[in-house]
């Protein structure tokens, strides 16, 4: 499905608690894994042992909870966009949690739904729920509040 058009600062304020829908799924593979821990010097075992990890708490390598949330930015712009500004910047998180974990070769997606707008010099600030979840888990993966700027 395409991305939702927001035009505008004005039509961001009219849409404070609605759920913006959702993104497709995207499959976390091993490699992609693999990438994000050398990315990131994070190479637990959990996550690119792949023999060790099969005889691990969840039966094989999970994706890194921070791999997860850096889909962001992959996944939001499949789901909306915003017309009518100069810009748009990510500000930042708030809270962030990672309830359950992404096993590699599952199937993961993001909905969004947008919680605030607030007036800044220049333009407005949201913030938006997104929600990771694996295609058939029972709890979403990762839940964060998100902050993005646009600038008229």
Request: proline share 6%.
């Amino acid at each position: 499905m395409p991305a939702r058009t927001i035009n505008g600062i004005a039509e961001l304020k009219s849409l404070v608690g609605e759920h913006l829908g959702y993104s497709d799924y995207v499959e976390i593979t091993q490699e992609r894994v693999n990438l994000f821990a050398d990315a990131t010097d994070d190479h637990q075992w959990i996550h690119v042992d792949v023999e060790r990890a099969a005889s691990g708490p969840f039966g094989g390598p999970i994706a890194h909870g921070y791999l997860t949330l850096s889909l962001g930015p992959m996944l939001g712009p499949q789901i909306f966009r915003v017309d009518g500004v100069a810009m748009g910047v990510n500000y930042g998180t708030e809270k962030v949690r990672f309830p359950s974990p992404v096993p590699v070769g599952s199937k993961l997606r993001l909905g969004a739904t947008l919680t605030d707008v607030t007036d800044v010099a220049g333009g407005a600030q949201i913030t938006m729920d997104y929600v990771f979840e694996v295609e058939g888990a029972a709890k979403p993966s990762c839940v964060a509040q998100v902050i993005f700027r646009y600038y008229e």
